[in-house]
């Protein structure tokens, strides 16, 4: 046995020596793990700017392309209640606006309908594709993009309206697409009356909504349901839906109203932001 002089000698001795090569080697891994994480960072930011800048350039050529304009004539109304004071003769009493379809028709033959809503970002054509996956990355023009467009529900049909009918959009933090429908969560925009219509123009017809219900909730299929098996279903979709509701506003719906919902995410992908609207007037478009 080696003898030791002191106990300085002998635990210099029991003290292992540093492996430089591993420690180097994991240098290495961990400096090639932070690279890595940079670059696909970057990447991720670059491809979302450049998606962001595709889509104002191709909203911006479809603006030059289609008249937006006031349109006063009454229309028809639809569904109306008994009682004189609801507010729904308020709203029915809002013009139309009215949009020309054919340059957007040539531009895109996927084209149903165009969408306004007032003090949002919301000013677009709808198309509609033979899934709901389609336009969740692809852009107006058909071009790849993950901005998306915005989009009718597969299983709606624009000239025959379902109970229920659904579009979709992408919540872009630029404000594209349905990414200031976070206005209709504010005070400021709750507040404010003349908010709480939904303009929608098709090929056939303009229409008017009335929004009943604004709220925020975890993604499910159940408030995207398009048709009911009976009234019994649809009313008891009705209460549930006005139930939610997080907005000052009190609309009168019953199971003979024909229902627009606008969906998108809130802050992550597991959250939606939902509002739902009853059809109160229209108006046949005449060549």
Same mark, same amino acid.
């Given at each position: 046995?080696?003898?030791?002089?002191?106990?300085?000698?002998?635990? &210099?001795?029991?003290?292992?020596?540093?492996?430089? &090569?591993?420690?180097?080697?994991?240098?290495?891994?961990?400096?090639?793990?932070?690279?890595?994480?940079? @670059?696909?960072?970057?990447?991720?930011?670059?491809?979302?700017?450049?998606?962001?800048?595709?889509?104002? #350039?191709?909203?911006? %050529?479809?603006?030059?392309?289609?008249?937006?304009?006031?349109?006063?004539?009454?229309?028809?109304?639809?569904?109306?209640?008994?009682?004189?004071?609801?507010?729904?003769?308020?709203?029915?009493? !809002?013009?139309?606006?009215?949009?020309?379809?054919?340059?957007?028709?040539?531009?895109?033959?996927?084209?149903?309908? $165009?969408?306004?809503?007032?003090?949002?970002?919301?000013?677009?054509?709808?198309?509609?594709?033979?899934?709901?996956?389609?336009?969740?990355?692809?852009?107006?023009?058909?071009?790849?993009?993950?901005?998306?467009? @915005?989009?009718?529900?597969?299983?709606?049909?624009?000239?025959?309206?379902?109970?229920? *009918?659904?579009?979709?959009?992408?919540?872009?933090?630029?404000?594209?697409?349905?990414?200031? /429908?976070?206005?209709?969560?504010?005070?400021?925009?709750?507040?404010?009356?003349?908010? #709480?219509?939904?303009?929608?123009? *098709? /090929? &056939? %017809?303009?229409?008017?909504?009335?929004?009943?219900? @604004?709220?925020?909730?975890?993604? %499910?299929?159940?408030?995207?349901?398009?048709? $009911?098996?009976?009234?019994?279903?649809?009313?008891?979709?009705?209460?549930?839906?006005?139930?939610?509701?997080?907005?000052? !506003?009190?609309?009168?719906?019953?199971?003979?109203?024909?229902? /627009?919902?606008?969906?998108?995410?809130?802050?992550?992908?597991?959250?939606? @932001?939902?509002?739902?609207?009853?059809?109160?007037?229209?108006? &046949?478009?005449?060549?």
């Amino acid at each position: 046995m080696k003898k030791y002089i002191s106990f300085e000698d002998y635990f &210099k001795n029991q003290t292992p020596k540093p492996n430089y &090569k591993k420690n180097k080697i994991f240098k290495i891994i961990l400096i090639t793990i932070f690279l890595s994480i940079i @670059i696909l960072s970057s990447y991720s930011i670059f491809k979302w700017h450049l998606n962001n800048t595709k889509t104002k #350039y191709i909203y911006k %050529e479809i603006e030059k392309n289609f008249n937006f304009n006031s349109n006063h004539n009454q229309g028809e109304l639809i569904n109306p209640p008994n009682n004189k004071n609801s507010n729904y003769y308020y709203y029915a009493s !809002i013009p139309f606006y009215q949009v020309s379809f054919s340059v957007l028709s040539y531009l895109n033959k996927d084209t149903v309908a $165009f969408i306004y809503l007032r003090n949002t970002n919301v000013k677009y054509p709808i198309v509609k594709s033979n899934d709901n996956k389609y336009y969740l990355t692809h852009s107006f023009d058909k071009t790849q993009n993950n901005a998306g467009w @915005i989009f009718m529900d597969y299983r709606n049909n624009i000239n025959n309206l379902s109970e229920n *009918t659904v579009i979709y959009g992408h919540r872009r933090l630029d404000g594209t697409m349905f990414g200031s /429908l976070k206005n209709t969560l504010t005070p400021k925009w709750q507040n404010d009356p003349n908010n #709480y219509v939904i303009f929608l123009s *098709t /090929l &056939k %017809e303009n229409m008017l909504f009335q929004i009943f219900s @604004i709220y925020t909730i975890k993604q %499910e299929s159940y408030y995207i349901t398009t048709n $009911f098996n009976n009234s019994n279903e649809k009313q008891k979709w009705i209460n549930i839906m006005k139930k939610r509701n997080i907005s000052p !506003i009190d609309t009168e719906v019953n199971i003979n109203d024909k229902i /627009l919902t606008l969906s998108t995410c809130q802050n992550n992908q597991d959250k939606r @932001i939902v509002i739902h609207a009853k059809l109160i007037k229209k108006q &046949k478009i005449t060549k």
